[in-house]
């Protein structure tokens, strides 16, 4: 008897990359074009916006959460955790993609719920291969709960 495979994450999925840097955006934004990634790219510049996106309309909640840790406002450390304790919202995957290599931002994040944690890479050769490698695990190899158990 042969099993049914578990959903992955789907084309059909925005990515949402909570981002301020507008460059860091378009890098990481055209990493993922040049990886033929499908998937709309939604994009919020700080946490308040991120939140606003994410309640906005279900239907179109994302695949995937990019977030950086340092931003004005509701920074990423907060966006994380009113994601993670949002019911509808917890089991949406978050990569926190950040500068910050400190030990306490690493282990903090994932005591709150992230599930990857990545130091943005210094160049764009660096910044292609963490997205294309992040595009290969989180569609191709990561199993994913079917739609109606993420609620």
Same mark, same amino acid.
């Given at each position: 008897?042969?099993?049914?495979? &578990?959903?992955?994450?789907? &084309? ?13 955006? &378009? ?9 033929? !990634? ?12 991120? !939140? ?24 990423? !450390?907060?966006?994380? &955790? ?6 509808? !919202? ?12 400190? $030990? ?6 994932? $005591? ?23 595009? $290969? ?11 109606? $158990?993420?609620?």
């Amino acid at each position: 008897m042969t099993q049914k495979l &578990e959903p992955r994450l789907r &084309e059909s999925q925005p990515i949402l990359i909570v981002e301020d840097s507008i460059d860091d955006f &378009e890098s990481t934004k055209r990493a993922f074009t040049k990886s033929n !990634l499908r998937n709309v790219i939604a994009h919020a510049a700080t946490g308040e916006e991120a !939140l606003v996106y994410l309640r906005a309309d279900a239907s179109v909640r994302p695949g995937i959460i990019l977030l950086d840790l340092n931003m004005p406002g509701l920074g990423g !450390l907060k966006t994380l &955790e009113i994601i993670k304790k949002t019911p509808h !919202l917890k089991r949406i995957p978050v990569v926190v993609l950040t500068t910050s290599s400190d $030990e306490r931002d690493i282990h903090t994040c994932y $005591e709150m719920g992230a599930n990857t944690y990545i130091q943005k890479p210094v160049d764009f050769d660096g910044l292609m291969s963490a997205m294309r490698q992040l595009k $290969e695990y989180w569609f191709e190899i990561a199993v994913l709960p079917k739609d109606g $158990e993420r609620d």
